[in-house]
């Protein structure tokens, strides 16, 4: 959890709720007194059952579902972009196609989020925690697609701190190994 967050009473919306990462997240914000926890994934079956959570379909790269699922929120404590995507891997090899999926989710996606949701996170004077990996910080030749996508939300997170710490948001960026989402 982000550090020097109360937790306990908070109203959190998390991208890629249904699995992995995600939805650990989802379990702990539960545990820890979250009031409300918006879960978001494109699928809705393994979100976490219970009454403090609020599932929501989105695809963070559908700007349709992304509009409507910040229609549903009022105000927020804390914004946390986990949904990723890693479907392309050398950055010369893979098909263009696919390491431009993992950029629009993993970058476009992501800003996408952070911007609907803006005028929540501002009327809960809240933060936002995005998901990155260490593959952001140093590519990896079997992963330079996806590392790019990543140091790219990496870039995003830092230029988001510049320009909304002004406005008291505070923007955080996690850096986890690899992790089993399945």
Avoid: C, W
């Avoid at 009473?9 to 539960?30: K, P």
């Avoid at 696919?98 to 949701?117: C, K, P, S």
């Avoid at 004077?125 to 260490?134: H, M, P, R, Y």
Wanted: aromatic residues 4%.
């Amino acid at each position: 959890m982000v550090t020097g967050m109360q937790i306990n009473g908070s109203t959190v919306f998390v991208t890629g709720s249904n699995r992995g990462l995600g939805r650990s997240l989802v379990e702990q914000l539960l545990e820890r007194g979250a009031a409300k926890v918006y879960a978001a994934a494109r699928s809705l079956e393994a979100i976490p059952k219970h009454e403090r959570v609020v599932p929501v379909r989105l695809d963070i790269t559908r700007p349709e579902e992304v509009k409507a699922a910040a229609a549903q929120v009022d105000s927020l404590d804390l914004l946390i972009n986990n949904a990723g995507l890693l479907v392309s891997f050398s950055a010369v090899e893979s098909q263009l196609d696919t390491i431009e999926r993992d950029m629009q989710t993993n970058y476009f996606g992501t800003l996408a989020v952070t911007r609907a949701l803006l005028p929540a996170i501002e009327k809960g004077k809240g933060a936002i925690a995005n998901v990155l990996s260490v593959a952001s910080l140093a590519s990896m030749p079997a992963l330079g697609g996806y590392s790019a996508s990543k140091a790219a939300a990496y870039s995003l997170t830092q230029a988001l701190r510049g320009e909304l710490g002004k406005r008291g948001i505070r923007v955080h960026a996690i850096f986890p190994g690899p992790i089993d989402t399945t």
